[in-house]
């Protein structure tokens, strides 16, 4: 880009940094808007299903007449709600990691080849793997208070900040510029890679859990089978609701306090002297380069110059005794008529001296 003034130049400067800041937002922003867009989406889908299931449930009740539910019932109500719970945020969580990751390959583009084969995100990943499936089976030995579970959820929040810490050395490293949002959108594609691995294993475990409390419900009369039946899918579904409630809250304020890593340190301003010409240094080093071409040149023209001018010459290059020589008397006559004009020229001087 060229400008024909300073004040051109500071502008442009400024429309370039300008776009530069807008295009990085822009980046960051559509990641965290395709993450909004599809929470919005299932929070309409959350809503209806809740009240379908509210309904439903409240039918239940006033066609069985069930007023107070028994103990036990309430006892298995209570671990298949909370390992429900589990699962639907884990369906939660899978959907949107699945759809962030969706949304940072298209924007990577041919860098969305790159893989986290770090063997130490890998290690990690296992690690959380396998400590959420522990803590699932724990759900239906343990409340969320208890020792134990505070345990496995104390160790499952510092491995996963040991495993953020490992993707942004490695996105760093993999990155297909120093851009920061490059490397952010890498870590994020590593981050939703280890999230579905995470979820998926912790699907498995899940399903065992299930199992497990179907067999349990299996041992009740019918008509509390079905009284569970409705009140799970009222319990899942009011869950599901609030927890796509609170994140797309979240997503809504992610999105719009978006800020840029790259922060403009100085602005362009006017130079208060001219850059260039620079007179004096264009003549010092025209003067300085006319010496050294003029030198070497002399040096050149003595060191190939094969004449031989003199005795001395013959002598020193032939290794020849010199008998005679033959002058030149066109030179000689030459130099003679220069002396006589010189001489002549003094003696005029004198005599003017002497007036």
Do not use: C, W
């Amino acid at each position: 880009m060229n400008a024909n003034t300073p004040e051109d130049a500071q502008k442009a400067n400024a429309l370039v940094i300008d776009g530069f800041l807008s295009r990085l937002t822009g980046l960051t922003r559509a990641e965290q808007k395709a993450t909004k867009e599809f929470i919005a989406a299932r929070v309409v889908e959350a809503k209806n299903e809740l009240n379908n299931a509210e309904s439903a449930l409240q039918v239940y009740k006033e066609k069985n007449k069930i007023i107070d539910p028994s103990e036990n019932m309430k006892v298995i109500s209570d671990r298949v709600v909370m390992v429900d719970k589990v699962k639907a945020e884990n369906k939660v969580n899978l959907a949107t990691a699945q759809s962030r990751l969706s949304s940072i390959n298209q924007q990577l583009g041919g860098a969305a080849k790159a893989t986290a084969d770090s063997s130490t995100i890998k290690e990690y990943n296992q690690k959380l793997a396998e400590l959420e499936m522990t803590k699932v089976s724990y759900l239906n030995k343990y409340t969320d208070k208890h020792p134990k579970m505070q345990e496995i959820n104390n160790e499952i929040a510092s491995t996963r900040a040991q495993l953020q810490t490992e993707i942004n050395k490695v996105a760093a490293l993999q990155a297909p510029s120093d851009n920061p949002v490059h490397q952010g959108l890498i870590a994020g594609k590593f981050q939703s890679e280890a999230e579905i691995a995470v979820a998926q294993g912790k699907e498995q475990a899940l399903a065992n859990i299930e199992k497990e409390n179907s067999e349990a419900i299996g041992t009740l009369p019918s008509i509390e089978q079905g009284y569970l039946r409705v009140k799970r899918d009222a319990d899942v579904a009011q869950e599901i609701y609030i927890m796509l409630a609170k994140r797309l809250e979240e997503a809504k304020v992610a999105e719009v306090m978006v800020s840029n890593e790259v922060q403009v340190v100085d602005t362009a301003t006017l130079p208060e002297v001219p850059v260039k010409p620079r007179k004096a240094l264009t003549l010092a080093l025209a003067l300085l380069l006319g010496v050294m071409a003029g030198s070497g040149y002399v040096i050149a023209y003595e060191m190939f110059n094969r004449k031989l001018r003199t005795a001395d010459d013959i002598q020193s290059y032939l290794g020849l005794t010199v008998l005679g020589s033959v002058p030149d008397v066109e030179s000689m006559s030459k130099m003679n008529a220069e002396k006589r004009k010189k001489l002549s020229l003094i003696q005029k001087l004198r005599r003017l001296l002497q007036k």
